[in-house]
């Protein structure tokens, strides 16, 4: 079994977004911004899968063989972090929050009412992140450096994002793509749990590109696991054409045998792929 982190790295548009994981998850609708600055997004999740097909994948940062704690807390280099969460669950609220707020949560165009809690908790190292990064009810939306205070300018970004979703949705809807200039006006990036297809995947936003791509690299290869470059976030890609991909310039860099197995179905394209070489 092939333990695998995907991971992409390309600009990103509040404007136009794109799509998120197609019947899982979509964005708010945003409000429609004057100038829509380009920002930049990472993507990581996760696969394991038997050889270069990925027929047989399971898809999430959870099936990598490492947790997205250990993640997220290599891609941030240790930092805190204040973990936020919009319409929470009453009964589901983590110990030593340093804001939870109670309220009615219109559903169903008003026909009900349900109550929910909005909460900060500010964390440091993966073990204290993990249980929060997950689809179990005290998971947080995301995350953002913790500065050491909470300040009105930050949570008003904060609720801009967030406070106009449904949670409860399926598709679920959680982030407003176009609130995300003026919360980075407050902080250097932002941590979205996006969905993948088993599991949750991490998006990180930011005004200036991020270098992740070793962190991954050596995270990975500390795990036993395979780094495998997206050119497009690995949530709405295949995992096979990326392992084809990664194959090509694998051999090209003269390096040892490919970990992954062929798989029968790949074999035409490889074919192929040598042709044209």
């Not at 982190?5 to 136009?16: A, E, K, L, Q, R």
């Not at 972090?81 to 009615?104: K, R, S, W």
Request: with cysteine.
């Amino acid at each position: 079994m092939i333990h695998a982190i995907g991971f992409s790295v390309t600009s990103f548009d509040p404007s136009n977004p794109g799509r998120l994981c197609r019947g899982r998850e979509r964005w708010i609708d945003g409000f429609p911004l004057e100038s829509s600055p380009q920002l930049h997004r990472v993507v990581v999740s996760g696969a394991r899968f038997t050889d270069d097909t990925a027929r047989d994948a399971r898809r999430g940062l959870r099936f990598s063989g490492i947790s997205a704690g250990l993640v997220l807390d290599a891609l941030v280099n240790g930092s805190p972090l204040l973990a936020f969460c919009e319409q929470g669950h009453p009964l589901a609220v983590p110990d030593h929050c340093i804001l939870t707020e109670h309220y009615l949560q219109p559903r169903q165009g008003g026909q009900r009412m349900d109550p929910c809690v909005r909460w900060r908790l500010a964390l440091q190292g993966w073990e204290a992140i993990d249980p929060h990064i997950s689809l179990q009810p005290q998971a947080a939306d995301g995350f953002v450096p913790w500065k050491g205070a909470l300040d009105d300018d930050l949570e008003e970004a904060l609720f801009l994002l967030t406070g106009y979703g449904e949670r409860l949705d399926f598709p679920v809807q959680r982030f407003q793509p176009t609130a995300l200039p003026q919360l980075l006006e407050h902080v250097p990036f932002v941590v979205c749990i996006h969905l993948d297809k088993h599991a949750p995947a991490l998006g990180i936003y930011s005004r200036e590109p991020l270098p992740v791509a070793q962190a991954i690299s050596q995270l990975a290869q500390a795990h036993g696991a395979l780094a495998v470059p997206f050119s497009i976030p690995p949530m709405l890609a295949r995992w096979d054409r990326a392992l084809f991909e990664l194959r090509m310039s694998w051999r090209r860099g003269g390096n040892q045998e490919f970990p992954v197995p062929p798989g029968e179905s790949g074999a035409a394209l490889r074919r192929e792929a040598a042709r044209e070489e």
